[in-house]
């Protein structure tokens, strides 16, 4: 059955797999042995990356071998109705029907295992009461979303028909989002286009990964270098489709990873030339059409300190 036990000041258990278990699903055996928890709320946790068998994140569907040892972190599970948060929004624009904020790196966008407060929902929440029940229930009027460390323009709808008609938008690649990343190394091609399928990574629930035809959704990112500097460049990059970690993934396989990313940036990278309290990497434009009036609606955001601050010590 394995030894069980919980370690002082974090939520973490620690199983042993003994002879009886080998050969079990590892979601499977995890149900039996943690009763507590439902089969689903395990196979969140595992496919979130809570979940490591002798040091590696696995599938659910692993086969457990005797002698393993499985480690749980078990985060309190985020609250099904969400809490209004007051919290001052950088809004840039707003109607009775959709609004545009500027969001801060260091900000997470809607509740999730370790973020079940202080998220951007929240606080649009307690701005626009009546984007309750706009969306899901944990991420109301959430159209989009950027990455936690990543800043910049993302819009809201307060209405059903407003957020329908804006992911109908984004489905059909009427919305242009365009970011400004300062990556590694020096980018050989003025412009260029990467278009390679994005999926959960094979080994490590918690990234995402190139992976080949049919093991990942098709994802298409263009850019275009700005600036060339010693060991970094500027660039400008234009989504097609919106997966998660998009850009970092698909910079990451030209050997160029976003500066400041720690999960798709490997090791061996030379130190930046100042500190970077994020990634260098922002939502710098947003244009679509107005969901009531037709017109389109065109903002941009100006490039982050921190993101300044990197620029004139590469110049």
Known sequence: MGGLREERGAPLRILTVGPTGAGARLDRWLTDRLPALSRARLQALIESGHVRVDGKTPKAARRLQAGETVEIEIPPPAPEELVPEPSALQILYEDEH???????????VHPGAGHARGTLAAALLAHAPEIAGVGGPRRPGIVHRLDKDTSGLLVAAKTKAAYDSLVAQLGSRAVTRRYLAIV??????????????????PHDRVKMAVRSAGQGKRAVTRYRVLERFAHFT???????????????????????PVAGDDVYGGRRRPPLPAPLDGLALHAAALAFIHPVTGRPVELTSPLPARMERLLAHLR
Do not use: C, Y
């Open 98 to 108: 959709v609004l545009v904020l500027d969001k801060p790196a260091g900000l997470v």
């Open 184 to 201: 590694h190394g020096r980018v050989r091609a003025e412009s260029g286009v990467v278009d390679r399928p994005i999926g959960r990574h």
């Open 234 to 256: 500027l660039l400008e990059a234009a989504l097609e489709t919106g997966r998660t970690h998009q850009i970092r993934v698909h910079m990451a396989s030209l050997g160029h």
